[in-house]
């Protein structure tokens, strides 16, 4: 990079952990976020935006046995969250890398009862291998990780070790700060809601297609 140019800076956006940030803090007004506007609002002037990266999985779906209650329940997550899936891919500098849930089965110690749930995995693995890639191809100055997910703290110390030219950056969303990744990162600060608030999409959002996706109704 020649010395007068911009530095260079790409988000990596720990989707489920920045969901259950804002749910922790009663943030349901800031689901419909503009993840690409979000990371520009982070940078600074002096910095180029360059890529946004958001790693989430798809909920699952009800299965045989769940309840009717249950099953529309999940049915609508799904719902909200296709649609905000979809508005996201809309943004020109996002790209989404997709894990998958796992069903666990769990056991009641008290009174033996088992049923199954179901967990979110992948994303710090799939966070940790983009941001050792891009920094081999060189193709960050800065890396800003959303998350507080502590799994993060070994590829973050390896980026500093083996490049020490390049910062690594921690935005914990809401209610999500984690002590070694304070210490692993070259800086670390808490997403300001005034950010959030002004990282919004649009209430409708057009698709090539000529679809327009409506933010949900219970998002407002």
């Not at 960050?140 to 020490?164: E, N, Y």
């Not at 914990?172 to 070694?180: C, D, E, T």
Request: glycine share 4%; proline share 8%.
């Amino acid at each position: 990079m020649a010395s007068n140019s911009p530095s260079r800076v790409t988000t990596y956006i720990d989707g489920f952990n920045l969901y259950f940030g804002l749910k922790a803090a009663k943030y349901r007004r800031f689901y419909w976020l503009d993840l690409q506007a979000l990371s520009q609002n982070l940078i600074k002037p002096s910095q180029s935006l360059q890529a946004v990266k958001f790693f989430t999985a798809r909920i699952a779906g009800p299965r045989p046995g769940d309840s009717p209650r249950k099953t529309i329940t999940l049915k609508d997550k799904r719902c909200r969250q296709t649609t905000y899936l979809d508005a996201l891919l809309t943004l020109p500098l996002l790209t989404m890398y997709e894990g998958h849930y796992l069903s666990k089965p769990v056991i009641c110690k008290r009174c033996q009862n088992q049923w199954s749930k179901h967990e979110e995995k992948m994303t710090d693995v799939n966070i940790a291998t983009e941001l050792l890639l891009d920094a081999f191809a060189d193709a960050f100055d800065t890396a800003i990780i959303i998350s507080g997910d502590s799994d993060l703290t070994p590829p973050i110390k390896a980026v500093r070790q083996r490049f020490p030219g390049k910062r690594i950056v921690m935005a914990f969303p809401p209610n999500r700060r984690a002590s070694q990744l304070e210490q692993a990162a070259d800086a670390y600060f808490t997403i300001d809601p005034a950010k959030l608030s002004k990282s919004q999409l649009p209430a409708q959002v057009p698709l090539p297609n000529g679809h327009i996706l409506q933010r949900p109704s219970l998002w407002k």
